[in-house]
């Protein structure tokens, strides 16, 4: 794709593009290893792959990089990198996630919260050289150029025939997950859902729309016997906590919160945040028959919040091992710490000088294409009312009240998808991880428009959608969640000659 963007839109890009290299793939703060004789460092590279322009598809990949001897793997770091070693801004590269499959399920997982596994002393994953190891990632390119990313991970492994190896205890996995297990397993968070600004998924779900959302994973019954020694969770930006609940014989009991710990200044609005983890001595005993549940949290007084996510790995032992707590029996400690502490890649929060005009000052446009019809989005720009273009074009196209104003997306054909979600006038300032918001007097959101297989998109299969009928009169601003830093507006007025905004 050849693209020529606007001076104004220019300018903005290069903003980030100065945003300085963040170093080497290592991650502050981290948990400390759990250490065992004869363990061993190891760590592994997939790629570099070439990110395309605005790329936001999940892809499905064979891994051959994975110790060749059998043993445990006790800890498990995941990160992503370029070719020199450093790590791009959020804002700019986003690992929206990444998951780790072996004997065709799920091993390890991680999203831009990059929680790093550690595994209490004397538990491990049995991993063995002849299992077929996979990947699914969705590598989400913010910029419109290209970029080569490589995914990461660093493991502590133990050799099963090392002294560390033979003090070792198999553990097994579980993946609970509100919305999956899919491909893409997501659901929306929006303001108008819950209560007093917060809202459960899926306790407080009351449409058939989104009830058809829920996941198989959301729920799961304890086959044999077994005492969980590690769990986290994982959210998007909006979320809190996921829930980690327990039923038996008609009594509910929580097994455990993972609460999203926020280092961005405007609150639960970013990806600037790190989980919380079970601690080290954290034993919960599950009885065959327990039905176990997951339950995810999010803020829904700043902004709604789209294709939201509550996943968490269950990681257990069979039978009942020492230490073990029944939560139904005894005192069970349901919080826990991060794993990792604050990361340099989400230091760029946005949001703090204007850099494109105040659409609510602009004039609407004049000339016989000056009302209705039609905004194409095209090279990464709403072609009428982009607030970085110029002139005519920059001004917010209009319709009257009960009227729709059509968007088209002309680069779907090169696997770009693009949105039109509401957000707070002027929506004007610098992009970061925190900035702009889905946050505009009213909620309206296109989805993301393009074509592609659902289980493997997440896309609507469209490349159009109609602005709502029943707004308001009033200047309303938007931008594209997939690629933040395109900013838009369009006008209902009544056309009266007096209404000239």
């Known amino acids: 794709m050849l693209l020529r963007l606007p001076l104004a839109a220019l300018a903005a890009l290069v903003a980030l593009a100065l945003v300085p290299a963040l170093g080497q793939a290592a991650i502050p703060g981290a948990v400390p290893s759990v250490e065992y ?3 061993q460092k190891l760590k592994f590279k997939m790629g570099p792959f070439t990110i395309q322009p605005g790329q936001n598809e999940i892809a499905f990949r064979g891994i051959d990089q994975k110790p060749q001897v059998p043993g445990y793997i006790t800890r498990f770091e995941p990160n992503i990198e370029r070719p020199d070693g450093t790590v791009p801004g959020v804002d ?10 072996a004997r065709s ?42 970029d080569k990313i490589s995914i990461t991970w660093e493991m502590d492994f133990v050799p099963l025939d090392s002294p560390g190896g033979r003090q070792i205890q198999e553990i097994e996995q579980t993946w609970m997950d509100v919305a999956g297990l899919k491909a893409y ?30 996941g198989a994973a959301q729920s799961y019954v304890v086959p044999e016997d077994m005492t969980v020694v590690w769990t986290a969770g994982h959210l998007h930006p909006g979320g809190l906590y996921t829930d980690l609940k327990v039923t038996r014989d008609g009594q509910t009991r929580n097994l455990f919160r993972s609460t999203a710990e926020y280092w961005e200044p405007a609150g639960a609005v970013s990806w600037d945040v790190a989980m919380t983890a079970t601690k080290p001595g954290y034993r919960a005993l599950l009885r065959k028959g327990d039905k ?9 007084s700043k902004a709604s919040w789209y294709e ?116 707070k006038a002027p929506c004007n300032r610098d992009t970061g991880v925190a900035y702009p918001l889905a946050n505009g007097p009213v909620d309206f959101d296109s989805g993301e428009l393009g074509f592609g297989p659902k289980f493997a998109t997440p896309t609507e299969n469209r490349d159009s959608w109609k602005t709502p009928r029943n707004l308001k009169k009033g200047t309303y601003t938007y931008f594209c969640r997939v690629h933040p830093f395109m900013r838009g ?8 000659k007096k209404d000239k905004r």
């Open 308 to 423: 939201s996510m509550g996943i968490m790995f269950m990681w257990w032992a069979k039978g009942e091992q020492p230490g073990a707590v029944d939560p139904f029996a005894g005192a069970l400690e349901t919080t826990g710490a991060i794993t990792h502490g604050h990361l340099p890649e989400n230091d760029n929060h946005g949001g703090k000088k204007a850099i494109l005009p105040d659409a609510r000052r602009l004039l609407s446009p004049t000339g016989p294409r000056s009302r209705g019809a039609l905004v194409e989005i095209s090279e990464f720009l709403y072609r009428r009312g982009d607030l970085s273009l110029d002139g005519q074009a920059q001004l917010p196209p209009t319709v009257r009240p009960g009227q729709s104003l059509t968007f088209k997306n002309r680069d779907a054909g090169e696997k770009i998808y693009h949105t039109i979600t509401a957000c």
């Open 489 to 496: 507006a369009f006008r209902v007025k009544s056309g009266k």
């Open 92 to 101: 700019v590269i986003h690992l929206h996630h990444a998951v780790w499959l």
């Open 185 to 214: 397993p997501v659901f929306d968070a929006k303001r108008s859902h819950g209560t007093k600004g917060t809202f459960t998924f899926p306790d407080q779900v009351k449409t058939a729309k989104e009830r058809a959302k829920i």
């Open 37 to 39: 004789e004869g363990m």
């Open 105 to 146: 399920y799920p091993m390890f997982a991680s999203g831009e919260e990059k929680t790093i596994y550690q595994f209490p002393r004397g538990y491990g994953y049995r991993h063995d050289p002849k299992d077929i190891w996979g990947m699914t990632d969705m590598i989400h390119n913010l910029m419109p150029n290209e």
């Open 292 to 300: 176990v549940t997951l339950h995810a949290t999010y803020d829904t």
